[in-house]
């Protein structure tokens, strides 16, 4: 059974930062794509950023620059480090996980609220 966890979410001042975590489990194929959403209430769902198996990365032009995200292909984990953190960042943050290449997986979602 396939299992993504997110975890790491909570409430921050505008300009400080949160770091997000995903690990995935159980499933024999092996990952490729990680990534990161978020949906804002009355918003759809957009993409912050992706990472490939080999690195490369994806970013969001409203968080290029401000976010960062990494993996770790050991651990089948997935960060987000967030900084420089906006109000208009608030949204429940979804992770994504692409198994071979074909099979995507959601996270529960972790709520992240910048206010002041």
């Known amino acids: 059974q396939v299992q993504v966890v997110e975890s790491g979410g909570g409430l921050v001042q505008p300009g400080g930062s949160l770091r997000l975590s995903c690990a995935a489990s159980?499933?024999?194929?092996?990952?490729?794509?990680m990534g990161w959403y978020r949906q804002a209430p009355g918003k759809p769902r957009d993409l912050v950023a992706t990472i490939a198996t080999g690195g490369s990365t994806n970013y969001a032009d409203s968080v290029r620059g401000r976010f960062s995200i990494s993996r770790d292909n050991a651990k089948n984990t997935v960060y987000l480090q967030m900084n420089s953190l906006k109000l208009e960042d608030t949204a429940v943050y979804y992770c994504?996980?692409?198994?071979?290449?074909?099979?995507?997986?959601w996270g529960q979602g972790t709520q992240v609220t910048v206010s002041s």
């Open positions: 159980g499933s024999s194929l092996s990952i490729s794509r």
């Open positions: 994504n996980v692409i198994f071979g290449g074909v099979f995507g997986y």
